[in-house]
T-cell receptor, first 113, second 114 residues
Framework: GESVGLHLPTLSVQEGDNSIINCAYS??????FIWYKQESGKGPQFIID?????DKRQGQRVTVLLNKTVKHLSLQIAATQPGDSAVYFC????????????FGTGTQLKVEL | EPEVTQTPSHQVTQMGQEVILRCVPI?????FYWYRQILGQKVEFLVS????????KSEIFDDQFSVERPDGSNFTLKIRSTKLEDSAMYFC????????????FGDGTRLSIL
């Protein structure tokens, strides 16, 4: 049956440290991946994306790494700040799967002062 | 920065009643979506919409659900006869194009069915 609610994995980091949030995906046919940040009471906010023909992509303070061999995606946040505290989701789109985003479970990031 | 806006932020409705959730996607975007998130659970895809028709829908999107683009700016989700299990956050999203394009989300409507 359905679970009543998900227990989110939590990552606690000190302010100024680097954070690494991981995501495993199951479908090798996925060809596009997005990381979203969701703050309490708000919608998912786009952070960074990566296509399957890339291994790494960098943005401002964030880097996404894609390992297609083990179907693993990670989000690295440099110099983590209190404003980075949120739930982070990875999401994927299948090749030929239209536009449907399939979201992962999410990771709660807590930044301690 | 352009954003997706949704109204109302919170809707409380009696079971069995119809409800319409409204969204204004980003103006130059062509693809529109509805997702929902039941409290404590993953964000789930409901439907995608392009060129005035549904392009894809999930199993959740049954005959009780419908979407419409009534004019050049609004995109609506209607639930005809609400059930208790429809209680969730409903997110609208839009993207410029399909496939490998980021979808931008609104802040959602919290739907509470009594």
């Amino acid at each position: 049956g359905e679970s009543v609610g998900l227990h989110l994995p939590t990552l606690s980091v000190q302010e100024g440290d680097n954070s690494i949030i991981n995501c495993a995906y199951s479908n090798s046919a996925s060809d596009y991946f997005i990381w979203y940040k969701q703050e309490s009471g708000k919608g998912p906010q786009f952070i960074i994306d990566i296509r399957s023909n890339m291994d790494k992509r960098q943005g401002q303070r964030v880097t996404v790494l894609l390992n297609k061999t083990v179907k693993h995606l990670s989000l690295q946040i440099a110099a983590t700040q209190p404003g980075d505290s949120a739930v982070y989701f990875c999401a994927e789109i299948l090749t030929g799967g239209g536009n449907k985003l399939t979201f992962g479970t999410g990771t709660q990031l807590k930044v301690e002062l | 920065e352009p954003e997706v806006t949704q109204t109302p932020s919170h809707q409380v409705t009696q079971m069995g009643q119809e409800v319409i959730l409204r969204c204004v996607p980003i103006s130059n975007h062509l693809y529109f979506y509805w997702y929902r998130q039941i409290l404590g659970q993953k964000v789930e895809f409901l439907v995608s919409f392009y060129n005035n028709e549904i392009s894809e829908k999930s199993e959740i999107f049954d005959d009780q659900f419908s979407v419409e683009r009534p004019d050049g700016s609004n995109f609506t989700l209607k639930i005809r006869s609400t059930k208790l299990e429809d209680s969730a956050m409903y997110f609208c999203a839009s993207s410029e194009n399909q496939g490998s394009q980021p979808q931008h989300f609104g802040d959602g409507t919290r739907l509470s069915i009594l």
